[in-house]
């Protein structure tokens, strides 16, 4: 997706208790073409803002109340997948280290220039394009995976693990044409080919075989 697409679609928030750097910040993104929303705090932006607008966040370390690393944790929890840019005036480099270990996509020291600002925040909404088309992703081959019958996912997992036909039939002590019929839908149902497209979709559902499992 160019830049202008990017432009055109998110939503740069800025979050940060100083009032004059929140304007500076935000005279800055929106006068590259950028739509921005300012927060205060923490706190607000929690309350306020709406996940599902494609964007990133620069995030203040430093705030009362709520800091920027236990908004992160805080946003890791709810599984809000939002890029972050932290911005700190404070060299702390384990908390970078963390940050980043912990999804954040920058750490800048201030004061930071105007480039590498801009840089950063088209590197995160880029990522969260990428982010938002695999859940989609995955939401359509959950939905698709979950019109398996019982024994047909069966039949998946362990097509996925590479076994042949009458290695299924063996384990699951069916007949080989059995395998072959459930098979057959398996793929027609997930719209692939081969053993290798059933694999590759349950391993982004993390759908894995259990020999426990066992449906007669």
Known sequence: MGLDKLQEKAVVRIIDDDDSMRKSWRFLIEGEGWTTKCYSSALRFLEEDDRNELGCVVLDVRMPDMSGIELQRVMMLQKNGLPIIFVSGHGDIDMAVQALKDGATDFLPKPVSADRLLTAIERAVSKDVER?????????????????????????????????????????????????????????????????????????????????????
Do not use: P
């Open 132 to 216: 938002r088309q695999q859940n989609q992703l995955t939401d359509e081959y959950r939905h698709v995976f979950d019109t398996l019958t019982a024994r047909e996912k069966m039949v998946a997992k362990k097509v996925a693990r590479g076994l042949l036909n009458k290695q299924i039939a063996d384990e699951l002590q069916i007949s080989e044409k059995t395998v072959q019929v459930h098979r057959g839908a398996v793929c027609r149902k997930l719209g692939v080919k081969s053993a290798v497209g059933v694999a590759s979709i349950l391993s982004i559902l993390h759908e894995e075989d259990s020999s426990s499992e066992d449906i007669r």
